[in-house]
């Protein structure tokens, strides 16, 4: 069965400095992982997916993420944070079996950004 | 502009009353998906729709129903069996061309008093 673990539920940065959201995962096949974000009582929205292929995936914001299998981590990260990335972030796995489509979320990781 | 609608924003009910969530979408999608989001739990699933006409209860569908009558709808019921309704409700959309991508509405804040 899939399932994922997000490593801390608050993480706070300066503004500039380096943000690193830990996101691991169990799969017993080959996963496609997916960092999504959400801003306060609002949707959640697609930040960056991977599915195959390059193994470091770039997506909005300034957001990247790196798959390693031998870690069986997708790390999402920042190089500079910005006041504007304060949200709560999502890593989600693709489920197998059964319908397609469905995700399996993390519990969220608060990113909170200090001038 | 192409989206998805969900209505109303924020919802009050008593306990003991049954109500129903809209959710809207125009992206001509053929999945659709109901999550429940509590603090600290992340999103859980509670029922989806690939087609019209089906759907497929999700990880924690008791005390929920839904219908799809058509492609663009589809409304989520919150019975009185649901023991703590009170929560974060986020409908989402997917295309058949790309499933992994799903697409959210921005959500109904149910509270029930």
């Known amino acids: 069965a899939q399932s994922v673990t997000q490593l801390g539920s608050h993480v706070s940065v300066s503004e500039g400095a380096l943000v690193l959201l830990r996101c691991n995962y169990s799969s017993s096949v080959p996963p496609y992982l997916f960092w999504y974000v959400q801003y306060p009582n609002q949707g959640l929205q697609l930040l960056l997916k991977?599915?195959?292929?390059?193994?470091l995936v770039k997506g909005i914001n300034g957001f990247e993420a790196e798959f390693k299998k031998s870690e069986t981590s997708f790390h999402l990260t920042k190089p500079s944070a910005h006041m504007s990335d304060a949200a709560e972030y999502f890593c989600?796995?693709?489920?197998?079996?059964?319908?397609?489509?469905?995700?399996?979320f993390g519990k969220g990781t608060k990113l909170s950004v200090k001038p | 502009d192409g989206g998805i609608t969900q209505s109303p924003k924020y919802l009050f009910r008593k306990e003991g009353q049954n109500v129903t969530l809209s959710c809207e979408q125009n992206?001509?999608?053929?999945?659709m998906y109901w999550y429940r989001q509590d603090p600290g739990q992340g999103l859980r699933l509670i029922y989806y729709s690939q087609i019209v006409n089906d759907f497929q209860k999700g990880d924690i569908a008791e005390g929920y129903s839904v219908s799809r009558e058509k492609k663009e709808s589809f409304p989520l019921t919150v019975t009185s069996a649901q023991k703590n309704p009170t929560a974060f409700y986020l409908c989402?959309?997917?295309?058949?061309?790309?499933?992994?991508?799903?697409?959210f509405g921005p959500g109904t804040r149910l509270t029930v008093l």
């Open positions: 989402a959309s997917s295309s058949n061309r790309d499933t992994d991508t799903q697409y």
């Open positions: 991977y599915t195959t292929g390059a193994t």
């Open positions: 992206l001509n999608h053929d999945a």
């Open positions: 989600a796995v693709r489920v197998y079996g059964g319908s397609q489509g469905n995700l399996i």
